[in-house]
């Protein structure tokens, strides 16, 4: 069966262009991703297509300057968009908090004459992107990764593999963090890497519990060779530009799970309110309303918290520990509301005619991606403690 289209959730939205914008995402949810959600995802097919006409319509930019091709947007309304699409389609959510990811290092730290050469193309102009940062041997300890790039008078030469990388093997254009230096953070250095590059090349999609229709690989970079354009930042600056990438990136996450959530909520709920037992609807049950009212709080509550991260963002203050409480929060308050919708559901929430089981795998997988949630937990305790003693 396909899936619903998201019901409305009410939103504070700051402008009359932000409600348009929203009432544009409900309509290309209601019509081009929901209706095909459920078997694309059995068949592992990604929609490239529909990443065309989101480009298109503007929605892969939200976040960046207009000058180059984005929207403008606050990261306040860009998350709500994030959170509409997630809930339509978990892939298609993600597909476009991990493009933005991928977009950020030359947005915030490329020349103008990169920026102006690049970001069109990236953020309007049908291309999708990937953000490579962890390898076989270095997960959580992003920092001891191996891929290197060597200078040869105005080029590099990058050689190694990354690992985890959603649109590994399909995406047109890779944010890639290398060792150009020494040991550590210090030793590394941010390129951008078109996906055509000679010796780049991409392993066989993961087979994954969850999100089978985003394909995530390893990529290989045998000898690729870029110039030194394509440096984005200073050498060893590359460490820095990934986490604060990743600090935004996390909010994506957690929008990401929040609309999960609430697509899992509202199954949930109109189950209830249609399946009957003992001559009366479910929902009649104080035990099953009481669940169904703890599960419409985490989702409000986690709403609430990427918010007022976000608006730390769009002001230009510290944002990090609340984008890890919001990673942390939304995406553990995901799993337990998934799995509470398969309980609601009893014998069917545990068949793939409905779609809460696939929605608890997904889940699942919210709860690793972009920093698993006990390198969220260090990240916060460290604001709140200081950093470890050794």
Partial sequence: MSDRAPKPVD???PTAEARDLMVLVRDIARREIAPSAAEEEEA???PRGLFTLLSASGLLGLPYDSAYGGGDQPYEVYLQVLEELAAARLTVGLGVSVHTLASYALAAHGTREQRAAHLPAMLGGGLLGAYCLSEP???SDAASLRTRAVREGGDWVITGT???TTH???ADFYTVMVRTGGEGARGITAFLVPGDAEGLSAAPPERKMGLKGSPTAQV???GVRIPDARRIGHEGQGFAIALAALDSGRLGIAACAVGLAQAALDEAVAHALQRRQFGRPIADFQGLRFLLADMATRIEAGRALYLAAARLRDAGRPFARQAAMAKLHC?????????DAVQVLGGYGCTADFPVERYLREAKVLQIVEGTNQIQRMVIARHLLGPESR
């Fill in 168 to 170: 590994g093997g399909i």
């Fill in 44 to 46: 592992g097919r990604f």
């Fill in 11 to 13: 939103r504070p939205l």
């Fill in 137 to 139: 041997s270095s997960g």
């Fill in 162 to 164: 990354k690992a985890w």
């Fill in 331 to 339: 995406t553990d308050a995901a799993m337990q509301i998934t799995t």
């Fill in 220 to 222: 290989h970079f045998d």
